[in-house]
């Protein structure tokens, strides 16, 4: 496969030239806008074609890669450049983001609540479900529009920028307007027409794990949606299935430090869904980031025994805002290690 | 949960009278069309609400069940029954049913080909794939609307019914008049807007089970389609995955009688994604029969080394027949068993 | 690593000569008994070496194989071969053998009525466990030395070779000579002191997959057995451990034909133990012995209800005569695929 | 299950006193001797019987448990506490211990340059395999008891105590007099032979978590070893097998705080087998310690390019080093959530 990265001035008859000379039967040519410049996907490679392309205008550098997600590689890409998820939010390089609120979006009061209380404490996105993903088609599947509504309304009152579910691709394009973050579960991990039509939006998409991906699978689900030309993808590990049940989930957090030194994509944990227990949340949120966890994002509710759903692995506020001093202390501790760990910033 | 079958004849206003007298605030009402009758799915329970409804016009019956698939079940809905495929091809109750065919279709001479060997040897349904849902965004994707094209020639050709798979909601609706069965694959077992547009069809749908998923969310999955009012749904097992990738996935065969115990749907078997081994195919199709499946979906191509996608587990049309041959034999010996196993006839 | 098999009539002399030759620093050699002439076992190749040796007197054949386990593999020791179990009791090379019997050995009433029952239905194997490996250390651990006089007088009674589980390396010596076949338990399948002493004794082996094993590694533990000069190796798959919790363990039942095609040693099934289901024994059985098992081993009590362990998975003596019936249907019809799967006769 | 806890300065006859009260058919009774006093162990409970042993002479208290781990559970024996794993070493309770060393002991020199830089950069525990377990019987198996006399040699010249793996149960009784701590591997973690022989020897167990167990399985093990009369145990995860492979095992970081709320037992991490990567293997250590765990193990070779086994993942003493000043101030940062995690003191 071979990348052709085009100058950031280069004009859309330079982009053409590069996608003449190279399209062959049987070897496909993507045209990726990114904000450096444009690059051209070129699905084969030879000798010939790259020093062919290499004198054409406009081609700032040409990659040959064996690498099956070349555009999140850090191979290609090189290190991990922070994502900006709204005005003045940023993860990844250094920067560390917190997002918490409730597993579904309930009432407005309730989220209000959720949404002031997490702001205290330091996080910097609102999490709430509106479209409910859930095994049982007789179960509650979360308020949709009006939950939506509900999240715009606490952002406006708080600042917080919003991050939701969307499941279906048909939907992505009128909620992509309405909130910050468009967040894919674990079971659309590999729902590819969803992907696709997430490339196409300008909004940045939290891709979670599924729940039995390989982290291979998990970076080619990313590439799906960076090769549609949207750059901004954050991954979220939250647990896989294995033999045992003594947690919900198996929190893999190995794959942190893997993934990045995979990809330049920020890496975030979810210990609320990986463990099911609220009493795990904390420990395993100061092991995601001691580990090199970009971020947390943290069910919490102001009084998880009255939630509709997921109340047992639900913090309250108080318990919030103890996690983040303590997360706070740990952040502090590893930025002595800024050297070794591809200049860790502690943002909060 | 409260299930109301009503009578064959039962009148709309019979219905919507069921329905006022039970609906209240946090306890919904579903009506579920069903050929022998529709039936009012009431999420919630009680002596008083049963009593009530028994003595409405137009209600056949009222069962109370704590089962997460109520419509799916043996419990409510008795023994097995076969379920038609296209006109004079049924499934389950004792008829089996093997379909057969490229992993994707490839060319229009190649599925002909295909098709008329598959045919011969005793399949009775053409499978072929034209969206195809792939890990990479690079790989070939299928041939999209072009195969559904080729799939309806050869089908013209042979008199075989065809399947083939859908993979997004808005493709379901376009996709439905011309297919006779509509195939949801294993990353897709939990979409569950798909799952949603697919109640709404008048057409087969075969649930693969998810590699991730327990049987448990796999008869939810049923659900929502059997919810929807579409009540033609085919169970595949095609392997889960485990530890050991000995094979391509681990075939879970010993589901294959749980499941017929649980539920009235039929579930066949696919050994050519469950082994992904060309000389597994046919021993494993063996068990598969003889654990009680009622049928097989197996993948076939004229040149499997030339084969775009899944060559190695294909099989070439001289395998295939030699498979179908064994698979009768097996069938004949299973026969004797008739009174224990609710009945298999032998319908090849 | 290379291999070299002397000739039957070979004398000591030729044997210390080879070794001799091929012992280097860094080159471990290993003598084998082997019935039909010795091996020597050489862990590093060279074609010098090879040559070397090729002349020397009493040398059969010399083979290099990479291959892992090596004195196990269809590749330098050929097709299936019988393994005698007991005098008149042969497995593999198409001989199939039934085992049945009760998870413990509880009394000798209980035991002897067990032996008579499977016995009249076509068993030639007694199982009964006497030293019991249970996960707690409360729980009933068998009847130790007094299980084992238990089993040795059903043997007299009804003639039928016992098989029962050893745990420790220090108890093979001892039991070896009162029972005719020894079983390596799931748990115990990578305890390589065990394995050892094994190979040591001049009594078959069942060794049983460990629950958590791939297949390289099963077939290398075999091994263990083989390279002590025990030949007697037959193999069982019972069932591993996955994320699905709806039947005890998931039966991976397409090694069997996998496991075949790598080894000589024969394989069979214990739908028992990997189902944990009474109602799943009979079809699993059958798709057991229809993907080519050699043989079955079934948990059997007169009254299941009454056993102390197992007693959910366990036949009574109607349910198990009723599978032996259908089991010879199946290996009947399977009788016509003779030519196809290594002359698989039928011995029932 | 009945636990009765006998006084420090009881005698032999009141402890006999509470057997023959208590002891009937099918209700076995267990003396367990223990530091601070004998406990009584029995396998059944009644009112009746639990009335009547309260007034015997020495009994301190009298538990009522279902847990199946009694003398494991926090439940009956409360707050974790240190265990001693030599003089002036102890784990648990706030107490934090690191073992580094290489994984087979080699040569001489090697260990004694390992040991010595080890204990420069904080370690206070010695590890080194003499008896390595092996998956091929081929493989180099360890030094055996040139081995053993090796760790001993370093110990006397560094002063570190050194831990070292046993395989089979004749072994433990004259290995135990010449090591400080024995070791049980993931793969005899079900060896109950080898630990009910580990529960009779006066010498602390470190027990790895079989990578196919549940944690009730791991706890139930531990018993075995407790109920012989072995106060001395560490836990110790090593990553479980799941389906994903890009790390040697999956480490199940969650299961320590878990583990912990069930347990005084102390419970260590080994990084080094769990991902099987030395680049991984700085961050999953402060993972391991931010998610609360009493210690690390961890793999260090002078040259890991030049090691008989485990190359791949052992750390060379320079990045041992980094490890552990990263190590000290992650403890350093977790101190002051003192009051929530059990009084974790920093030990280093």
Redesign the interface.
Do not use: C, H, W
């Given at each position: 496969?071979m990348i052709i990265q085009m100058n950031d001035h280069c004009t859309s008859l330079d982009v053409a030239r590069v996608c003449d000379q190279q399209e062959r039967p049987g070897c496909?040519v993507r045209i990726v806008p990114r904000s450096g410049g444009s690059c051209v996907?070129v699905?084969g490679d030879s000798d010939a074609a790259r020093q062919a392309v290499s004198d054409l205008p406009g081609v700032k550098s040409v990659s040959i890669t064996k690498c099956?997600?070349p555009l999140a590689s850090r191979e290609i890409f090189g290190a991990a450049h922070p994502v900006e998820l709204a005005p003045g939010v940023r993860i990844g390089g250094g920067e560390i983001v917190v997002m918490a609120g409730p597993c579904s979006v309930e009432t407005g009061e309730i989220l209000l609540e959720t949404a002031r209380g997490v702001k205290a404490s330091g996080a910097s996105v609102l999490r709430g479900g509106a479209f409910k993903?859930?095994?049982?088609?007789?179960s509650f599947q979360g308020l949709g529009s009006e939950g939506i509504a509900l999240l715009m309304e606490a952002r406006q009152a708080t600042g917080l920028p919003v991050i939701t579910e969307v499941?279906?691709?048909?939907d992505v394009e009128w909620l992509a307007p309405h909130v910050d973050i468009l967040q894919v579960g674990t079971?659309?991990m590999?729902?590819?027409?969803l992907l696709k039509a997430l490339g196409r939006v300008d909004k940045p998409v939290l891709l979670k794990r599924?729940?039995?991906s390989?982290?291979?699978?998990w970076l080619?689900?990313a590439?799906?949606i960076l090769?549609g030309g949207n750059e901004r993808v954050v991954l979220c590990e939250r647990g896989?299935?294995?033999?045992?049940?003594?947690?919900r989930n198996?929190?893999?957090?190995?794959?942190?430090?893997?993934v990045k030194?995979l990809t330049h994509l920020p890496v975030i944990v979810d210990?609320s869904h990986?463990?099911g227990?609220r009493?795990?949340v904390?420990?395993?949120s100061?092991?995601?980031?001691?580990?090199?966890a970009d971020g947390l994002i943290i069910e919490v509710h102001p009084r998880p025994e009255e939630a509709l759903s997921d109340g047992p692995q639900s913090l309250d506020l108080e318990a919030f805002d103890?996690l983040m001093q303590?997360a706070g202390?740990?952040l502090?501790?590893?930025q002595?290690?800024e050297g070794?760990?591809c200049g860790l910033k502690i943002a909060m």
């Open positions: 496969m496909p996907v699905d099956s997600y993903p859930r095994s049982n088609p007789y499941m279906a691709p048909e079971r659309n590999q729902n590819f027409a599924g729940m039995m390989t982290v291979d699978e080619q689900a590439e799906y090769v896989i299935r294995s033999f045992d049940k003594s947690t198996t929190l893999d957090l190995s794959i942190v430090p893997l030194s210990p990986a463990t227990k009493e795990l904390l420990p395993m100061l092991a995601a980031l001691a580990a090199g103890e303590a202390r740990i502090a501790a590893l002595f290690q070794k760990r």
